[in-house]
């Protein structure tokens, strides 16, 4: 079976503070993508990054970054000097072989909420 | 990216009547899907609409309920039927193109109170 763990309901922070969103998986396949999205109050669901399950390579992209780890079978996002536009809920997803590499299971969420 | 479009983008629905909601997407792609997020929930997959054959849903959702239409590849639109207040929802869809690097974009949420 897959399984999306997002821990963390709720953070709250100053702007300008790092913070970090944890994200754990289960899946037995050994090919799958991890995904990260992000939902404003507005509803819609913007992308953010996908992984596979191949590519262990951290990526940073401006005040963002990704820190996977097969080995603990994390997908960690990190907001550096955090501002009030991230404020959102984000949400950590996985596909893979078994349950079809294009529909998506997803965790259950974190809201962040970045104070001025 | 594909960039999608869904009508309306917020409704509020009598009980016991049913809403279609459009999808658009503005290039062909090769699959699009149907998810529903309930206040305060996670995403759960609906249905795999199929181009010019029945939808595919997941465990929990039916037909009956949830009937889906793909005329073509870049259009599907999901109907709400029989509404209850339990169906109060964002309602998105989603696209996934063969040769996208398996990235999978959504559009900007239907978001249905039914009263």
């Known amino acids: 079976a897959q399984k999306v763990t997002q821990a963390q309901t709720e953070i709250s922070v100053v702007e300008k503070e790092d913070v970090t969103l944890d994200c754990v998986y289960e899946?037995?396949?050994?090919?799958?993508?991890l995904f990260w999205y992000k939902q404003p109050p507005s509803g819609e669901l913007v992308f953010l990054i996908r992984?596979?399950?191949?590519?262990?390579q951290n990526e940073i992209s401006g005040r963002y970054s990704w820190n996977f780890q097969k080995s603990t079978s994390s997908f960690n996002f990190t907001i550096t000097a955090s501002q009030v536009v991230d404020s959102a809920v984000y949400f950590c997803?996985?596909?893979?072989?078994?349950?079809?590499?294009?529909?998506?299971?997803f965790g259950a969420g974190t809201r962040l909420a970045v104070h001025p | 990216s594909a960039v999608i479009s869904q009508k309306p983008s917020r409704d509020i629905c009598q009980r016991g009547t049913s809403l279609t909601i459009q999808c658009q997407v503005d290039?062909?792609?090769?699959?699009m899907f149907w998810y529903r997020q309930q206040p305060g929930q996670s995403l759960t997959l609906i249905a795999t609409?199929?181009?010019?054959?029945?939808?595919?849903?997941e465990s929990g959702f039916v037909i009956d309920k949830f009937p889906i239409s793909r005329p073509n590849l870049t259009f599907s639109t999901l109907t709400v039927s029989n509404m209850s207040p339990e169906d109060s929802s964002i309602y998105l869809c989603?696209?996934?193109?063969?040769?996208?690097?398996?990235?999978?974009?959504f559009g900007e949420g239907s978001w249905l109170t039914v009263v």
């Open positions: 290039s062909q792609v090769t699959m």
């Open positions: 992984r596979n399950s191949f590519d262990e």
């Open positions: 989603s696209a996934w193109t063969l040769g996208s690097g398996n990235t999978i974009y």
């Open positions: 899946t037995r396949d050994t090919t799958y993508y």
């Open positions: 609409a199929n181009q010019g054959s029945e939808a595919t849903y």
């Open positions: 997803a996985l596909s893979g072989r078994s349950g079809g590499y294009n529909k998506l299971i």
